[in-house]
T-cell receptor, first 115, second 114 residues
Framework: DVKVTQSSRYLVKRTGEKVFLECVQD?????MFWYRQDPGLGLRLIYF???????EKGDIPEGYSVSREKKERFSLILESASTNQTSMYLC??????????????FGQGTRLTVV | GENVEQHPSTLSVQEGDSAVIKCTYS??????FPWYKQELGKRPQLIID?????GEKKDQRIAVTLNKTAKHFSLHITETQPEDSAVYFC?????????????FGKGTHLIIQP
């Protein structure tokens, strides 16, 4: 059973702080993703990675960076947290599969509040 | 980039009736279309998916149809039950089959009335 685990369920941080969100998967998946989920906006892709040390911008990368030093771990970094980054953050992973697509497995989410 | 539109945003049906959620996408190169169900306070979970070489797929009470010409796909739930109440998201992948992430619709809150 695939397990994607995010380090925190809830976080409260102050404006301007540097924030790290951690995600670990145990299925040896090459692909990992960070999404943010906001009411009425669905899930939006922030960054993704298809290999160790590789990273690609998604649809809303501004204000974020990522790190993938090991295959199983993908970190999202908020360089200087702002109140508009208050959101639910979801990590996901998937096997490389073929060009026909494979299931993405999600973590339980981290609800970040920036005050 | 890809754009996915999903309708309706809220759908209320009587228990036992059918529910249909519709999505359109913009990128004709997209080839993988999953549907996720998210119960309150839980993570999204895949319930069914369809690939571009298939027009329809069924799994018990759930079915998905895909019209590549019109660039739309739909989720059909028959004989709805209280446990079907959740938010449903459609998504589309690019030609990389999801390796470069999924583009999600904004979600449909399905409410099953007893």
């Amino acid at each position: 059973d695939v397990k994607v685990t995010q380090s925190s369920r809830y976080l409260v941080k102050r404006t301007g702080e540097k924030v790290f969100l951690e995600c670990v998967q145990d299925m040896d998946h090459e692909n990992m993703f960070w999404y943010r989920q906001d009411p009425g906006l669905g899930l939006r892709l922030i960054y993704f990675s298809y290999d160790v040390k590789m990273k690609e911008k998604g649809d809303i990368p501004e204000g974020y960076s990522v790190s993938r030093e090991k295959k199983e771990r993908f970190s999202l970094i908020l360089e200087s947290a702002s109140t508009n980054q208050t959101s639910m953050y979801l990590c996901a992973s998937s096997a490389p599969g073929t060009s026909e697509g494979t299931e993405a497995f999600f973590g339980q989410g981290t609800r970040l509040t920036v005050v | 980039g890809e754009n996915v539109e999903q309708h309706p945003s809220t759908l209320s049906v009587q228990e036992g009736d059918s529910a249909v959620i519709k999505c359109t996408y913009s990128d004709s190169a997209s080839n993988y279309f999953p549907w996720y169900k998210q119960e309150l306070g839980k993570r999204p979970q895949l319930i069914i998916d369809i690939r571009s070489n298939v027009g329809e797929k069924k799994d018990q009470r759930i079915a998905v149809t895909l019209n590549k010409t019109a660039k739309h796909f739909s989720l059909h739930i028959t004989e709805t039950q209280p446990e079907d109440s959740a938010v449903y998201f459609c998504a589309a992948s690019g030609p990389g089959g999801g390796a470069d992430g999924l583009t999600f619709g904004k979600g449909t809150h399905l409410i099953i009335q007893p």
